[in-house]
């Protein structure tokens, strides 16, 4: 069964950092694009960051761009977002979530989610 | 504000037949973008529900589909069901944010 984990998740002061990771299993990993999408507290859904599968093409949201930053480990399966200049506006569940083996702009597999909330 | 507009709330009797509306722009939708819909049920993650405009994952049942016509988009639900209770999410790309953009989000009621 196709499975992404996330963890990293926690409590940061504003200004600080944060690296969540997302464990990915069932699937061939390095054949597909991997996102990261947000969910405040209450609040609909955000897209954050996409990247493809050989790591090529990377997609910000402007909201985080020049802040975070997407990465993965093919080897490991697993994605990764780097979380700096945190903002309280950040607070959030990320979820990791599986793209497409080719062009496309959707997730069909998600995670559960991991929480970070920043404290200003 | 989202670029794509959908309506806070809706709400149907069990058995009957709901409607969900995604209004986006020549950005968008317009610009030939395909839609995608999620349903996100209370304290779980979203899961997909329609992808490219009308297709269904594997298993999901044929009471939901999708359809899709110059800026706007839809997603069906016949033979409502107590457990169709739920918040769906269009989504879409934006050729002038360069990215993905979600609808605000409908809460369904099944009353």
């Known amino acids: 069964d196709v499975q992404v984990v996330e963890s990293g998740g926690g409590l940061v002061k504003a200004g600080g950092s944060l690296r969540l990771s997302c464990a990915a299993s069932?699937?061939?990993?390095?054949?597909?694009?991997m996102n990261w999408v947000r969910q405040a507290p209450g609040k609909g859904l955000e897209w954050v960051s996409s990247m493809s599968s050989g790591s090529r093409y990377i997609y910000y949201a402007d909201s985080v761009k020049g802040r975070f930053s997407i990465s993965r480990d093919n080897a490991k399966n697993s994605l990764y977002l780097q979380m700096n200049s945190l903002r309280a506006e950040d607070t959030a569940v990320y979820y990791c979530?599986?793209?497409?083996?080719?062009?496309?702009?959707?997730?069909?597999?998600w995670g559960q989610g991991t929480l970070v909330t920043v404290s200003s | 504000q989202s670029l794509l507009t959908q309506p806070p709330s809706v709400s149907g009797a069990p058995g009957q037949r709901v409607t969900i509306s995604c209004t986006g722009s020549s950005s968008n939708i317009g610009a030939g973008y395909d839609v995608h819909w999620y349903q996100q049920l209370p304290g779980t993650a979203p899961k997909l529900l329609i992808y490219?405009?009308?297709n269904r994952p594997s298993g999901l049942p044929d009471r939901f589909s999708g359809s899709k016509s110059d800026t706007s988009a839809s997603l069906a639900i016949t033979g409502l069901q107590a457990e169709d209770e739920a918040d769906y999410y269009c989504q879409s790309y934006d050729r002038s944010l360069s990215g993905w953009v979600f609808g605000g989000g409908t809460k369904l009621t099944v009353l």
């Open positions: 069932g699937f061939t990993f390095s054949s597909y694009s």
């Open positions: 490219g405009n009308t």
């Open positions: 979530a599986r793209g497409c083996r080719g062009d496309c702009y959707m997730s069909d597999y």
